[in-house]
């Protein structure tokens, strides 16, 4: 009775940090995303300005 209890709080425990793992590694993955997505705008904004003082 009581192995079977361990055995189901283990499992939970298994999944709750594979979970948090996941949430984790999205998170860093679109704070990447975030961050290229932010280089690419300040580099157009520079090409922008550029442009501008070009004409």
Known sequence: MEFG?????????????????????????RQSETFALLRF???NDWIRILTQNTQ
């Not at 939970?12 to 996941?22: A, D, N, P, Q, T």
């Open 5 to 29: 209890f361990l055995l189901v709080v283990d499992g939970c425990l298994l999944l709750f940090i594979f979970y948090l793992f996941e949430v984790i590694s999205n998170l860093i993955k």
């Open 41 to 43: 705008l300040r580099h």
